[in-house]
Nanobody
Framework: QVQLVESGGGVVQPGGSLRLSCAVH????????MGWYRQTPEKGREEVAR???????THAASVKGRFTISRDDAKNTIYLHMNRLQPEDTAVYYC???????WGQGTRVTVSS
């Protein structure tokens, strides 16, 4: 059974940084596009960033220049490097594998002074 396990969330002050990780267990990793989404009660779920199997990336306009998605195929892990965090970045963040429409359990990020 394939599992996606996120980690790295927490509480951070505005302007701070966090790095989220998503480890994929139970399947080959390098062939699949992966992404990060976030969800809040107010906005629902939105795509934050995506990375193709070949490493091409896209980022939502709201995070471009502040967040960066990356992958380490040797570790079966994708990352979301988040800088200059703002209160509006507060959400539960999920990683997603497009093939099979697989989701992790989510990790909460709170940006607050």
């Amino acid at each position: 059974q394939v599992q996606l396990v996120e980690s790295g969330g927490g509480v951070v002050q505005p302007g701070g940084s966090l790095r989220l990780s998503c480890a994929v267990h139970g399947d080959s990793f390098s062939y699949y596009a992966m992404g990060w989404y976030r969800q809040t009660p107010e906005k629902g779920r939105e795509e934050v960033a995506r990375i193709s199997a070949g490493g091409m990336t896209t980022h939502a306009a709201s995070v471009k220049g502040r967040f960066t998605i990356s992958r380490d195929d040797a570790k079966n892990t994708i990352y979301l490097h988040m800088n200059r965090l703002q209160p509006e970045d507060t959400a539960v963040y999920y990683c997603h594998r497009e093939i099979g429409d697989l989701w992790g359990q989510g990790t909460r990020v709170t940006v607050s002074s």
